[in-house]
Protein backbone atom coordinates (compact mmCIF):
# COMPACT_ATOMS: atom_id res chain seq x y z
CA UNK A 1 0.00 0.00 0.00
CA UNK A 2 1.50 3.29 -0.90
CA UNK A 3 2.04 5.60 1.86
CA UNK A 4 -0.63 8.73 1.86
CA UNK A 5 1.09 12.26 0.74
CA UNK A 6 2.78 14.09 3.32
CA UNK A 7 0.04 17.07 2.39
CA UNK A 8 -2.67 14.97 3.15
CA UNK A 9 -1.54 13.91 6.29
CA UNK A 10 -3.33 15.23 10.00
CA UNK A 11 -1.43 16.91 12.48
CA UNK A 12 -2.24 14.47 15.21
CA UNK A 13 -3.61 11.55 15.29
CA UNK A 14 -4.88 10.25 18.41
CA UNK A 15 -5.59 6.33 19.17
CA UNK A 16 -7.59 4.41 21.25
CA UNK A 17 -5.86 1.19 21.29
CA UNK A 18 -8.69 -1.66 22.38
CA UNK A 19 -8.96 -5.32 21.77
CA UNK A 20 -6.00 -6.74 23.57
CA UNK A 21 -8.01 -9.02 25.84
CA UNK A 22 -10.40 -10.05 22.88
CA UNK A 23 -7.57 -11.12 21.08
CA UNK A 24 -6.20 -13.10 23.85
CA UNK A 25 -9.65 -14.66 24.33
CA UNK A 26 -10.25 -15.77 20.70
CA UNK A 27 -6.66 -17.68 20.87
CA UNK A 28 -7.36 -19.25 24.55
CA UNK A 29 -4.61 -17.45 25.85
CA UNK A 30 -4.13 -14.97 29.37
CA UNK A 31 -4.91 -11.51 28.69
CA UNK A 32 -1.28 -10.48 29.35
CA UNK A 33 -0.64 -12.35 26.46
CA UNK A 34 -2.91 -9.64 24.88
CA UNK A 35 -0.80 -6.79 26.22
CA UNK A 36 2.16 -8.24 25.38
CA UNK A 37 0.92 -8.42 21.63
CA UNK A 38 -0.43 -5.08 21.79
CA UNK A 39 3.25 -3.27 22.82
CA UNK A 40 4.22 -4.91 19.15
CA UNK A 41 1.58 -2.79 17.49
CA UNK A 42 2.84 -0.30 19.38
CA UNK A 43 5.84 -0.18 18.12
CA UNK A 44 4.90 -0.96 14.45
CA UNK A 45 2.47 1.84 14.45
CA UNK A 46 5.04 4.32 16.29
CA UNK A 47 7.42 2.98 13.26
CA UNK A 48 5.26 4.44 10.39
CA UNK A 49 4.32 7.45 11.91
CA UNK A 50 7.82 8.28 12.20
CA UNK A 51 8.09 7.33 8.63
CA UNK A 52 5.23 9.19 7.12
CA UNK A 53 6.38 11.92 8.88
CA UNK A 54 3.67 12.58 10.86
CA UNK A 55 3.98 15.33 13.61
CA UNK A 56 2.00 13.89 16.74
CA UNK A 57 0.64 10.69 18.22
CA UNK A 58 -0.88 10.37 20.90
CA UNK A 59 -1.65 6.75 22.51
CA UNK A 60 -3.81 6.09 25.00
CA UNK A 61 -1.93 3.46 27.01
CA UNK A 62 -2.76 3.10 31.18
CA UNK A 63 -6.18 5.07 31.65
CA UNK A 64 -7.51 5.92 35.52
CA UNK A 65 -9.95 3.63 35.52
CA UNK A 66 -7.62 0.73 34.43
CA UNK A 67 -6.38 0.49 38.41
CA UNK A 68 -9.82 -0.83 38.75
CA UNK A 69 -8.97 -4.04 36.90
CA UNK A 70 -7.25 -6.99 38.84
CA UNK A 71 -3.99 -6.60 40.42
CA UNK A 72 -2.28 -9.48 38.05
CA UNK A 73 -3.39 -7.55 34.98
CA UNK A 74 -2.06 -4.05 36.48
CA UNK A 75 1.10 -5.40 37.62
CA UNK A 76 1.39 -7.06 34.08
CA UNK A 77 0.73 -3.84 32.59
CA UNK A 78 3.02 -1.57 34.44
CA UNK A 79 5.82 -4.09 33.65
CA UNK A 80 5.31 -3.72 30.06
CA UNK A 81 5.56 -0.17 30.23
CA UNK A 82 8.90 -0.14 31.43
CA UNK A 83 9.86 -3.05 29.29
CA UNK A 84 9.13 -0.81 26.00
CA UNK A 85 10.90 2.02 27.23
CA UNK A 86 14.02 0.02 27.92
CA UNK A 87 13.91 -1.74 24.54
CA UNK A 88 12.45 0.81 22.56
CA UNK A 89 13.61 4.55 24.09
CA UNK A 90 16.87 4.10 22.35
CA UNK A 91 15.64 3.65 19.17
CA UNK A 92 13.21 6.09 19.41
CA UNK A 93 15.74 8.66 20.64
CA UNK A 94 17.71 7.70 17.04
CA UNK A 95 14.42 8.39 15.17
CA UNK A 96 14.20 11.94 16.53
CA UNK A 97 11.32 11.31 18.25
CA UNK A 98 10.29 13.90 21.07
CA UNK A 99 8.43 11.32 23.84
CA UNK A 100 5.88 13.21 26.51
CA UNK A 101 3.46 11.36 28.84
CA UNK A 102 0.28 12.91 30.04
CA UNK A 103 -1.88 11.87 33.05
CA UNK A 104 -1.04 11.90 36.74
CA UNK A 105 1.87 10.62 37.96
CA UNK A 106 0.85 10.04 41.66
CA UNK A 107 -0.63 6.84 41.93
CA UNK A 108 2.76 5.20 39.49
CA UNK A 109 6.06 3.47 41.01
CA UNK A 110 8.84 5.49 41.65
CA UNK A 111 10.83 4.05 39.06
CA UNK A 112 8.03 4.44 36.69
CA UNK A 113 7.75 7.68 37.23
CA UNK A 114 11.57 7.91 36.77
CA UNK A 115 11.49 6.36 33.56
CA UNK A 116 8.87 8.72 32.26
CA UNK A 117 11.01 11.88 33.08
CA UNK A 118 14.30 10.01 31.50
CA UNK A 119 12.44 9.16 28.55
CA UNK A 120 10.84 13.39 28.15
CA UNK A 121 14.73 14.33 29.05
CA UNK A 122 16.73 12.35 26.80
CA UNK A 123 14.15 13.29 24.14
CA UNK A 124 13.32 16.72 24.69
CA UNK A 125 15.54 18.33 21.78
CA UNK A 126 14.23 15.98 19.22
CA UNK A 127 12.16 17.48 15.99
CA UNK A 128 10.97 14.52 14.78
CA UNK A 129 7.67 12.70 15.35
CA UNK A 130 5.82 13.56 18.73
CA UNK A 131 5.02 11.01 20.62
CA UNK A 132 2.53 11.07 23.50
CA UNK A 133 1.62 8.15 25.90
CA UNK A 134 -1.71 8.69 28.14
CA UNK A 135 -1.07 6.86 31.23
CA UNK A 136 -3.17 7.19 34.06
CA UNK A 137 -5.11 9.45 31.92
CA UNK A 138 -8.71 9.94 31.99
CA UNK A 139 -10.31 13.05 30.53
CA UNK A 140 -12.87 14.01 32.82
CA UNK A 141 -10.50 14.53 35.21
CA UNK A 142 -8.38 16.21 33.39
CA UNK A 143 -10.93 18.99 32.72
CA UNK A 144 -11.73 19.01 36.61
CA UNK A 145 -8.07 19.80 36.90
CA UNK A 146 -7.89 22.29 35.07
CA UNK A 147 -11.18 23.86 35.83
CA UNK A 148 -9.60 23.69 39.89
CA UNK A 149 -6.55 25.45 38.77
CA UNK A 150 -8.76 28.67 37.06
CA UNK A 151 -10.65 28.63 40.39
CA UNK A 152 -8.21 28.90 42.50
CA UNK A 153 -6.44 31.53 40.60
CA UNK A 154 -10.42 33.16 40.29
CA UNK A 155 -9.97 33.11 44.07
CA UNK A 156 -6.67 34.34 44.40
CA UNK A 157 -7.45 37.58 42.11
CA UNK A 158 -5.02 36.12 39.43
CA UNK A 159 -7.66 35.73 37.17
CA UNK A 160 -10.32 37.70 35.74
CA UNK A 161 -13.59 34.83 35.60
CA UNK A 162 -15.06 36.67 32.56
CA UNK A 163 -11.73 36.38 30.68
CA UNK A 164 -12.07 32.55 30.72
CA UNK A 165 -12.25 31.68 27.11
CA UNK A 166 -12.42 28.37 25.61
CA UNK A 167 -8.80 28.94 24.68
CA UNK A 168 -7.34 29.66 27.88
CA UNK A 169 -9.32 26.94 28.93
CA UNK A 170 -7.29 24.62 27.06
CA UNK A 171 -3.88 26.12 27.87
CA UNK A 172 -4.56 24.39 31.54
CA UNK A 173 -4.67 20.91 29.80
CA UNK A 174 -2.04 18.39 29.54
CA UNK A 175 -1.91 18.80 25.54
CA UNK A 176 -1.39 22.68 26.14
CA UNK A 177 1.51 22.05 24.19
CA UNK A 178 -0.02 19.71 21.10
CA UNK A 179 -2.64 20.84 18.56
CA UNK A 180 -5.97 19.08 19.10
CA UNK A 181 -6.42 16.11 17.50
CA UNK A 182 -7.56 15.92 13.64
CA UNK A 183 -8.10 12.42 14.29
CA UNK A 184 -9.08 10.05 16.48
CA UNK A 185 -8.84 6.35 16.06
CA UNK A 186 -10.83 3.38 18.20
CA UNK A 187 -9.60 -0.21 17.45
CA UNK A 188 -11.47 -3.20 18.17
CA UNK A 189 -15.14 -2.40 16.83
CA UNK A 190 -16.41 -0.33 19.58
CA UNK A 191 -17.79 2.99 19.59
CA UNK A 192 -16.95 5.70 22.34
CA UNK A 193 -14.32 7.66 23.60
CA UNK A 194 -13.95 6.50 27.15
CA UNK A 195 -12.80 9.04 28.66
CA UNK A 196 -9.98 10.12 26.41
CA UNK A 197 -9.40 13.49 25.11
CA UNK A 198 -13.01 14.25 25.71
CA UNK A 199 -12.22 18.22 25.29
CA UNK A 200 -9.43 18.33 22.61
CA UNK A 201 -11.59 15.65 20.59
CA UNK A 202 -14.55 18.20 20.06
CA UNK A 203 -13.78 18.52 16.09
CA UNK A 204 -11.93 15.77 15.68
CA UNK A 205 -12.48 12.57 12.87
CA UNK A 206 -13.53 9.52 14.34
CA UNK A 207 -12.77 6.62 12.58
CA UNK A 208 -13.99 2.85 14.32
CA UNK A 209 -12.33 0.01 13.01
CA UNK A 210 -13.18 -3.56 13.47
CA UNK A 211 -9.60 -4.87 14.10
CA UNK A 212 -8.28 -5.66 17.31
CA UNK A 213 -5.48 -3.63 18.06
CA UNK A 214 -2.91 -6.15 18.53
CA UNK A 215 -3.67 -6.73 14.60
CA UNK A 216 -3.58 -3.03 13.93
CA UNK A 217 -0.35 -2.49 11.79
CA UNK A 218 1.19 -0.10 9.71
CA UNK A 219 -0.86 -1.50 6.99
CA UNK A 220 -4.13 -0.59 8.51
CA UNK A 221 -2.74 2.98 9.97
CA UNK A 222 -2.04 3.98 6.64
CA UNK A 223 -5.71 3.23 5.72
CA UNK A 224 -7.19 5.25 8.44
CA UNK A 225 -4.70 8.39 7.29
CA UNK A 226 -6.15 7.84 3.70
CA UNK A 227 -9.39 7.89 4.85
CA UNK A 228 -8.80 10.98 6.62
CA UNK A 229 -7.42 12.57 3.58
CA UNK A 230 -10.98 11.76 1.83
CA UNK A 231 -12.81 13.43 4.32
CA UNK A 232 -14.45 17.15 4.22
CA UNK A 233 -13.66 18.82 7.77
CA UNK A 234 -16.21 21.88 8.20
CA UNK A 235 -15.72 22.85 11.50
CA UNK A 236 -19.44 24.19 11.70
CA UNK A 237 -19.78 25.40 8.82
CA UNK A 238 -21.05 24.54 5.46
CA UNK A 239 -18.74 23.48 2.31
CA UNK A 240 -18.70 25.81 -0.62
CA UNK A 241 -20.67 23.37 -2.76
CA UNK A 242 -23.52 23.75 -0.56
CA UNK A 243 -23.27 27.58 0.20
Known amino acids: MALAPKTDLPRHVAIIMDGN?????????PREAGHVAGVNAVRDVV?????????????????????????????ALMGLFRAY???????LEQRGVRVRIIGSRERVATDIGRMIEDAE???????????????????QEEIANAARELARAAKEGRLDPETITPELFATRLFTSALPE??????????????NFLLWQSAYAELA?????????????????????????????AVSDAVA
Not at 61 to 72: G, V
Request: net charge positive; no cysteine; glycine share 8%.
Open 21 to 29: GRWARKRFL
Open 85 to 91: FRSDLDE
Open 181 to 194: PDLVIRTSGEYRLS
Open 47 to 75: RAASDLGLQNLTLFAFSSENWKRPKTEVG
Open 121 to 139: KRTVANTGLNLTFAFDYGG
Open 208 to 236: FVDTLWPDFGREQFIASLENFARRERRFG
